[in-house]
């Protein structure tokens, strides 16, 4: 039983470049959550999705971000003009349902944005 | 704001020592508080905990939460070399966004 996966695991963007960061769920996850752990800094909650729904979105920035989960297909998290600040690590977890159920995380993708 | 505080930020011990370590965390509508271990990649679930007073136990892990005093430890007993890790500590509540708010983390490291 395959855990969370996500890819690339490492990404080097230059400035104003788009970031494409991908996550698969568990099998039998419906759920998906993106944290970004910054150098340094906790893990820090972006965005919830279900299928086809985006949840709560508190945490991404305004701008330049978003996020996706289709009916088929990975879920996807999108860095438009990417910036030096984004640079960090983006994690995907996923759960059965909303809980209160643990969420199981991915490797991650660590982004350099040079 | 939703606010979790792990303590100590960091520890060194030597093999065979038991470690506590702590969380605290001020949420509104507490649903349940989660530990994880992190290596140089993703964080690993150890513990779920809801109920007060209840030990949830894993080998030589153990952890528990006190919903009056609103802090919950993990204990690591006989500690090895490979328990050095960050230790994460995160708490959920009963909103439609589900999402975990994370403490800083513990830095553990134990020597041979």
């Known amino acids: 039983n395959a855990g969370v996966m996500q890819n690339p695991r490492h990404l080097v963007r230059r400035r104003g470049q788009e970031a494409r960061l991908r996550c698969s769920p568990m099998k039998g996850h419906s759920h998906v959550y993106w944290y970004r752990q910054l150098p340094e800094e906790g893990l820090k909650f972006m965005v919830y999705?279900?299928?086809?729904?985006?949840?709560?979105e508190s945490g991404m920035p305004k701008e330049r971000f978003s996020a996706e989960f289709p009916k088929e297909g990975p879920s996807i998290l999108r860095i438009q003009q990417v910036v030096r600040g984004d640079s960090a690590a983006y994690f995907c977890?996923?759960?059965?349902?909303?809980?209160?159920?643990?969420?199981?995380f991915g490797p991650g993708t660590r982004l350099t944005v040079t | 704001e939703d606010k979790v505080v792990q303590s100590p930020l960091s520890l060194v011990v030597h093999e065979g020592d038991t470690v506590t370590l702590n969380c605290s965390y001020e949420v509104t509508n507490f649903r349940s508080l989660l530990w994880y271990k992190q290596e140089k990649k993703a964080p690993t679930f150890l513990f779920m905990l809801?109920?007060?007073?209840i030990e949830k136990k894993s080998g030589r892990l153990s952890s528990i939460l006190d919903k009056k005093e609103l802090f919950s430890i993990l204990n690591i007993t006989a500690t090895q070399t490979g328990d050095s890790a960050v230790y994460l500590c995160a708490v959920a509540v009963n909103n439609a966004g589900n999402m975990l708010t994370f403490g800083g983390g513990t830095r553990l490291m134990v020597k041979p």
């Open positions: 977890a996923s759960s059965p349902s909303r809980g209160p159920y643990e969420q199981y």
């Open positions: 809801t109920s007060s007073g």
């Open positions: 999705l279900q299928k086809e729904n985006i949840i709560d």
